[in-house]
């Protein structure tokens, strides 16, 4: 008997076993989620490998604040991002091919980059023709967008860029006259350029000198000569960082007394040699002085990660991917074509950078910073929306 009731009670207990490794073993094979694959595309290496890092940076803490919290929310519940950067180099070229590895070998759900619109618009194109949700995080000539679907951009465009320093020009610095240095062979220093010309005239204002130049030229002698006889109240430089602080001091050399300004182009000025740019201005898409709570979050995880307060190119590519993250959790998938009719359908982001309008396009209606250079410096000085 005892024998007998032993034999029924070891079997019992050998069940509950079974059941309870089953059930362990159970929990043990379920899959975790498969991660939603984004590819960031930057220039971290050659001239502009400085505006690359920062962009590599934001974009880096943004996904790992998104995945802190269980991922980024889709229709299939929490999915972590897996994140993939590849280094496009310096040439246009390389941006071509990271996109195409991005598209073909990563199987990105999403890519984000071309911050330089000669890098973009090419790039945008191709995006488009493979059917791939692209975001611009910097890009802001027009024609990086214009007639694609599959393309969104964060900044403002250059058209809006060029009328709020024209704006400014006039009735903030109260200037009649102004003149342009830019390069010609720029897809953005030329459009820049001619927005802030138009604007300009139509504000009442004289455009007394449009001088071009082309890559790679180190002296300006003869246009900036032109420009000082020419008597301008303000000079507009629609350049970039590593150009500007040379012009500015072969400008002042030369007798230039005007008052210089120019694109979010001098996002990335820093260092010594800043002297000759003291007083003068820039518009940007953001400021880090800016109030709103989410800015402060912003800078707060950026400054705690990195040692260092963000500019606003990082603010851009860190809410690149807030945009992304709110298209996935309407996507009905995580497959390009279903992300691409669901950033379709995303009409405002308040993101780091202030409240971003989507209406009916990859082009965001946001107001502008004016920030002001003073000590070597750049320091917020106001936000401007045209017509204001």
Known sequence: MAKHIFSRSGAAALLCLFLLLSAACSREQTPPPEAVRLALIA????????????????????????????GVMTREGRKPLKLVVIDKGA??????????????????????????????????????????PFITP???????T?????????????????????????????SRRAAVLYDSAGDYNRFLA???????????????????????????????????????DVLFLPNYHNEVPLQAHQARALGVTATLIGGDGWEMLSGPGL???????????????????????FVAGYEAAYR??????????????????????QAADTGPAA???????????????????????????????????ANGRAVFYKEMTPGE
């Open 43 to 70: 220039q971290l290496t050659g001239e502009y490998a400085d505006i690359g890092a920062v962009t590599r940076d934001a974009v880096e803490l943004a996904c790992a604040r998104i995945n802190a919290q269980g």
């Open 138 to 144: 910097g890009s802001t000539h027009p024609e990086t």
């Open 308 to 329: 260092r307060t963000p500019n606003s190119t990082a603010c851009l590519a860190y809410d690149a991917v807030l945009l992304a993250a709110q298209a996935l959790a």
């Open 91 to 132: 040439s246009v070229e390389g941006g071509l091919e990271a996109l195409r590895r991005a598209v073909f070998q990563e199987r990105a759900s999403l890519v984000i980059g071309g911050f330089l619109s000669r890098d973009a618009i090419p790039m945008a194109r191709v995006a488009d023709e493979l059917r791939t």
């Open 194 to 232: 001619e927005s802030f010309r138009q604007a300009y005239q139509e504000m009442g204002g004289t455009i007394t000198a449009f001088e071009p130049y082309v890559t790679g030229d180190s002296s300006w002698t003869a246009q900036l000569t032109h420009i000082a006889q020419s008597k301008p």
């Open 339 to 373: 992300v691409r009719r669901a950033l379709a359908e995303v009409e405002t982001l308040d993101g780091a950078g202030g409240v971003y309008l989507y209406r009916g396009g990859g082009d965001p209606e946001k107001s502008a910073a004016i920030l002001r250079i």
């Open 275 to 297: 002297e000759p740019l003291d007083n003068s201005f820039f518009s940007s898409t953001w400021a880090s002085e800016m109030e709103s709570p989410a800015s402060r979050d």
């Open 146 to 174: 214009r007639g694609k679907r599959f393309v969104w951009r964060m900044p403002f465009t250059d058209a809006f860029q060029g009328r709020v320093l024209a704006q400014f020009a006039r009735k903030d610095l109260q």
